[in-house]
């Protein structure tokens, strides 16, 4: 029996406008200043009633900003680390969820407790490591004193010198954060509630580990990969600090970070009007991944296909 409760009903319905209303205002304010001209938008207070400059300033941005390469930076990005995390994550998972080896428990607790440092306090070694992935071998071979070895032997002209930079590149933007405990969590406790009878009837029909797992787990877990796709998209297309550390060419600089050029400095007009127009577009790429998989996103976190 379904108790009517029409004072309870309106209370929860005007707390959920309430919130919708303080989370929609920014939202709000900065879609009318991208429609405003700058006369209006540097009034105090400014107009919250739409203007017919909306275009304008759209294009006043795209060209300002350059937004067309760094739009597709930041998608090229995006989209390579939800792929990374996604195929990573996955084969992480499987492994410890169906292989039975020495320290599997310790191998995932190791990768769970990478949850305690995020990017922002291993950020130095990362960048380290990116700014010469041999560097650990550079220093192994200065350590050993291996060119003096082979000095000695071949003549002072050799020298072993082992060097490869990830800066400014879609590799050094991406390679760096597709590691993911989370996505690795959570596909294992999606593995864990999957019958074993099935993993018990590929191996009677003679089937491989991979092929268990490209034609039974991959397929069972489609809801999960969506939901996942539209959490890591949004995550790598709103980084900020990485790709600042990591690019110093402009061709490589992200939108997120691109913003920064719209916005008016201290002796600058405040066009804040084509940098709010600028910041919609910037948005915009995240909010369609999000209505566009928002069916398969809500099923990924409510449902378990068996």
């Known amino acids: 029996m379904v108790e009517r409760t029409p004072i309870l009903d309106a209370l929860t319905y005007g707390f959920l406008m309430l919130g919708i ?6 939202i709000f304010y900065t879609i009318v200043a991208a429609t405003l001209p700058i006369e209006e938008v540097s009034k105090v207070p400014m107009p919250l009633a739409p203007g017919d400059q909306f275009w304008i300033n759209i294009k006043a941005a795209w060209e300002q900003g350059d937004l ?35 320290f599997r428990k310790v191998a995932f607790a190791a990768v769970f407790c990478t949850l305690m440092l995020p990017v922002e306090v ?26 003096s070895l082979i000095q000695w032997w071949v003549g002072n002209d050799f020298e072993i010198v082992l060097e490869w930079s990830l800066l400014d590149s879609y590799t050094g933007l991406i390679l760096p954060l597709v590691a993911s405990a989370t996505c690795t969590f959570l596909f294992r406790q999606f593995f864990l509630t999957v019958p074993e009878e099935l993993c018990e009837a590929a191996k009677l029909d003679g089937a ?68 709010m127009a600028g910041s919609l577009l910037v948005m ?5 991944v999000v209505l566009f998989m928002q069916r398969w996103f809500v099923k990924g976190l409510v449902e378990r296909e068996k």
């Not at 209303?21 to 920014?26: D, E, Q, R, S, Y």
């Not at 680390?81 to 020495?102: P, Q």
């Not at 600090?241 to 060419?249: E, N, Q, S, V």
């Not at 915009?284 to 369609?288: D, G, N, R, V, W």
């Open 68 to 102: 067309g390469q760094q739009l597709m930076n930041s998608f090229i990005m995006a989209s390579g680390i939800t792929i990374g995390k996604i195929c990573v994550s996955m084969l992480g998972a499987f492994s410890i969820v169906y292989f039975d080896y020495r």
């Open 21 to 26: 209303c303080i989370v929609g205002f920014p």
């Open 284 to 288: 915009l790429p995240p909010i369609l």
């Open 122 to 147: 291993r950020i130095l070694p990362t960048y380290e490591i990116a700014a010469n992935i041999f560097g650990p071998l550079q220093w192994l071979v200065d350590t050993l004193h291996l060119n």
């Open 208 to 275: 491989s580990a991979m092929m268990f797992f490209r034609r039974i787990l991959l397929p069972l877990s489609v809801t999960n990969i969506a939901a996942l796709v539209v959490i890591e998209f949004v995550y790598g297309w709103n980084q900020y600090l990485w790709p600042l550390l990591i690019t110093t060419d402009p061709d490589m600089t992200t939108a997120v970070i691109g913003l920064q050029d719209l916005i008016p400095q201290v002796d600058d007009i405040p066009y804040w009007n084509v940098a």
